[in-house]
């Protein structure tokens, strides 16, 4: 495989959890920042929360951000043009979430390439209403995702990734046939266990609905793990639909012209 230095970057991520006292400088903070900008975008529907606290960070991380998609601002901007968005909020959802992430993830790569670690937090978006009130956020901001990063003081290895045949699909959708399905489990499980992580981090997900335990840390990995996820949590919508309606978007409804 081709190979340079941003590649390689970006091929060593790993999720980081325990950080370095040294502060990063407000000059790397903004570097950071000025690189997530650069990412692609559709209309930089998004503005970025930053938290220096680090007694209420999690992991007590130097930096929290905290990723929001953004009509707000933009509506300002439209009022000043004579314009009001009639875009239904589920189609501009959608393209502020891409905006979003298109520069969280730039802000990553940044980070790492300055010495710098961090870590992903899907919890914000079940939380936003807590979020808003600590931010004083006006409606239609959005929290997706956060962010903690730091100077890492831990080295963990990289984690595995599903294998290409499983991933890249030229011209037309492969047939997952069991063989290919079973290799690309056995390639994640494997890599975990090898690791240990889960028994490391002493973590499993209890099992609900009257289901049987047939798992211990010696064969519990990744793919039961995000199956008890996907197959256990969140059936009903309405709790984030209930978020979204507090933060002023409301994705069921057609826009009123």
Not at 121 to 130: E, H, I, V
Not at 176 to 203: C, H, I, N, P
């Amino acid at each position: 495989m081709n190979t340079n230095a941003v590649i390689q970057t970006m091929l060593e991520h790993k999720s980081i959890r325990k950080y370095a006292d040294q502060k990063p400088s407000d000059e790397t903070v903004q570097t950071i920042v000025r690189a997530g900008q650069q990412a692609p975008f559709a209309t930089q529907c998004y503005s970025i929360l930053l938290s220096r606290n680090k007694k209420r960070n999690p992991w007590n991380a130097p930096l929290l951000f905290t990723i929001c998609v953004d009509a707000h601002k933009f509506e300002l901007i439209m009022a000043k043009r004579n314009w009001k968005i009639v875009m239904n909020d589920l189609a501009f959802l959608f393209f502020g979430i891409q905006d979003a992430t298109y520069m969280a993830q730039n802000m990553v790569t940044a980070a790492r390439s300055l010495g710098l670690g961090s870590c992903f937090l899907g919890s914000a978006m079940y939380r936003a209403d807590k979020i808003a009130e600590e931010y004083c956020l006006p409606k239609r901001v959005f929290p997706l995702v956060q962010l903690t990063m730091g100077y890492p003081a831990e080295d963990p290895p990289t984690r595995p990734r599903y294998p290409m045949e499983f991933t890249l699909f030229e011209d037309k959708y492969n047939e997952l046939d069991d063989k290919t399905v079973s290799k690309a489990m056995k390639k994640m499980d494997e890599g975990y266990l090898a690791q240990d992580y889960y028994r490391k981090a002493k973590y499993m997900i209890p099992l609900e609905g009257g289901r049987k335990e047939t798992f211990t840390f010696d064969n519990y990995s990744w793919t039961e793990h995000i199956c008890r996820k996907l197959g256990q949590w969140d059936p009903d919508p309405k709790d984030l639909l209930q978020q979204l309606e507090k933060r002023g978007f409301h994705v069921t409804k057609k826009k009123e012209e």
